[in-house]
């Protein structure tokens, strides 16, 4: 079956900086595109990251374009956002997910549980 597993979050002060691991397991991992999505208290969940099957490529939501950087390391099967210059309000749960065809929705996207990131101000 397939699982992700994500990693990472905690409790950092505003401006410092956290990096999310995903471990994925029971698919071939440089079929999927990856991606970052969170979920703030009472929120929808939202974009954050994408990166393609061979990390050539990437996207940003633009309220964490120059902050966040998404990479993946294939031989790993681990997908990774560094985040820096954190601020309260990227507080939130962190799911990350998998797509073969890069559209995170449907029967070929997979989802992690998530991983709390809180950042105090």
């Known amino acids: 079956q397939v699982q992700l597993v994500e990693s990472g979050g905690g409790l950092v002060q505003t401006g410092g900086s956290l990096r999310l691991s995903c471990a994925a397991s029971?698919?071939?991992?440089?079929?999927?595109?990856m991606g970052w999505f969170r979920q703030a208290p009472g929120s929808e969940r939202e974009f954050v990251a994408a990166i393609s099957w061979g990390g050539d490529s990437t996207n940003y939501a633009d309220f964490v374009k120059g902050r966040f950087t998404i990479s993946r390391d294939n031989a790993k099967n681990t997908v990774y956002l560094q985040m820096n210059s954190l601020k309260p309000e990227d507080t939130a749960v962190y799911y990350c997910?998998?797509?073969?065809?890069?559209?995170?929705?449907?029967?070929?996207?997979?989802w992690g549980k998530g991983t709390l990131v809180t950042v105090s101000s």
């Open positions: 997910a998998a797509d073969s065809e890069a559209r995170y929705s449907g029967p070929n996207t997979y």
């Open positions: 029971g698919l071939f991992f440089s079929s999927y595109a």
